[in-house]
């Protein structure tokens, strides 16, 4: 199913403008939708698409033989039968093939040539730096492991470094996205679909699971989903990065795991795992530059560059779920699952209420303040902490996020707090205050009385 994307496609139809050849990488998580994006931009166009499968290279060149004779059939004589004995003769041939017609070419799954040929990206440099100028070749590597992607055309000891002359991060959909793909596909109520997201995040392919499995209870639908013993995202995690990191990964899932479990500061990871402060330092930098499953964060007032208050998290819902609740109880799950289960039940809340935040930030960087800020974030010291601050020269809007109900009383009391904790903040200007709940009480009161706020109907609408 494709869905969106318009952004994407834009921008791969602009690339397929420009005169000449070009080689564009489009490179993001497994099941966040690339092949559904390149098969849809492909519709319209002459093109290949080659899915590169870990296989022998004389199957994979039978098979796109078959391919090219069938898709450019109306381009070659009767009389001719592409035939290649190697992967260069038919990156040779489609270069020079494009010399007569736009052509596009899709390698999905693009670094797995380094188990099929290992010795192929060097010629396949010099293929391109020798005939690329001549041809009219749009050619789209499509890469799953970000890792792997980033190593083959970024590290400058690698044949491929420099040649790629676009990237596209395929991301998964931000929550509003999220919401609009599953709303087009089942009736979710809005606060499950809070809850959804808090395990599924913005992945097209679990989101597509909920027509199935969702039957009015949230809780029960992530239960089949992950707990049960068939469940078809239980070892997904597992799956997904074992392949990323390779004989490595215990060492990478220990930190994610510990992060999960609110261990977010680098001494804090080093004494959850055991792991010496160097070591945790280095795989850190990894995850968070190479890898991209963690973000550093620091308080929204600090510089990022000077400061030492630092803070990691998961880049992405999905994971974060699935170390805290999934790989966290492993053991359990097959000793006793139904006890795993109902602990998950308990603590469930409070994880949706950690992504709640989140969107709310987001939500904030949406809304009109009366000013554009500079900067929107979290902001924290010794012990305090404000969900959401947003800041120019001249305003400050402080936010705290609550995704439990709130009375009118009870709003009352959170905003009061709030302007408590205003007067540890280094920031001057003209501050606001404002709550953002699961579902509020007289907001229109609480508007008129000069404060910002919003429930989950405003952040849907």
């Known amino acids: 199913m494709f ?35 390149v098969r849809e931009f492909l519709k319209d166009k002459s093109g290949l698409y080659f899915f590169v499968g870990e296989k022998d290279e004389k199957l994979l060149l039978e098979e796109w033989s078959r391919e090219i004779v069938e898709r450019l059939s109306d381009y070659l004589p009767s009389y001719v039968k592409p035939r290649f004995s190697s992967l260069e003769e038919l990156v040779g041939f489609l270069l020079d093939f494009s010399r007569e017609r736009r052509l596009v070419v899709v390698f999905d799954e693009f670094q797995n040539f380094k188990a099929v040929k290992p010795s192929f990206f060097s ?35 690698e044949p491929l470094f420099g040649r790629a002359d676009e990237w596209m991060k395929l991301k998964p959909f931000d929550f509003w996205r999220a919401y609009g793909f599953v709303r087009s596909m089942a009736d979710v109520n809005p606060r499950h679909f809070v809850e959804f997201y808090s395990a599924l995040g913005g992945m097209p392919r679990y989101l597509l699971y909920l027509p199935r499995y969702y039957r009015g209870d949230s809780v029960e639908t992530l239960g089949r989903l992950f ?10 995690g597992l799956n997904v990065l074992k392949l990323e990191f390779g004989r490595f990964y215990r060492s990478y899932f220990s930190i994610l795991e510990a992060v999960s479990l609110g261990y977010v500061t680098p001494k804090e990871i080093s004494d959850k795992t055991g792991m010496k402060p160097l070591t945790v330092s280095k795989y850190l930098s990894e995850l968070t530059n190479h890898y991209e499953y963690l973000v550093r964060e620091v308080p929204v007032t600090e510089n990022p560059l000077k400061t030492r208050k630092v803070a990691y998290k998961i880049s992405d819902e999905f994971f974060s779920f699935w170390f805290r609740f999934i790989y966290h109880n492993y053991t359990a799950l097959e000793e006793n699952p139904d006890r795993v289960f109902e602990r998950f039940r308990a603590e469930f809340p409070a994880f949706v209420g950690e992504t709640y935040e989140r969107i709310a930030r987001e939500f904030v960087k949406r809304l009109d303040l009366g000013f554009k800020p500079e900067r929107v974030g979290r902001w924290w010291h010794r012990g305090e902490e404000i969900d959401v601050v947003a800041y120019d020269r001249k305003n400050v809007a402080l936010f705290e996020v609550k995704w439990k109900n709130l009375s009118q009383r009870d709003a009352k009391r959170v905003l009061k707090a709030l302007e408590k904790k205003a007067e540890l903040l280094p920031l001057r200007g003209n501050y606001r205050f404002g709550v953002i709940a699961g579902k509020l009480e007289d907001k229109d009161w609480l508007r008129k009385e000069g404060f910002l706020a919003f429930d989950l109907e405003d952040i849907i609408r």
Not at 126 to 134: A, H, S
Not at 227 to 236: C, G, I, N, S, Y
């Open 3 to 37: 869905y969106d994307r318009e952004r994407e496609l834009g921008k791969l139809n602009e690339v397929y403008s420009f005169p000449g050849s070009s080689f564009l990488v489009i490179y993001g998580r497994r099941r966040v939708g690339k092949t559904a994006l």
């Open 123 to 157: 010629p396949l440099q010099e293929l391109w730096d020798e005939k690329k100028d001549g041809s009219n070749l749009m050619l789209i590597a499509v890469g799953s492991y970000v890792g792997m992607i980033k190593r083959i055309f970024m590290d400058r000891k």
């Open 227 to 236: 707990f049960d013993e068939f469940a078809p995202l239980r070892e997904e």
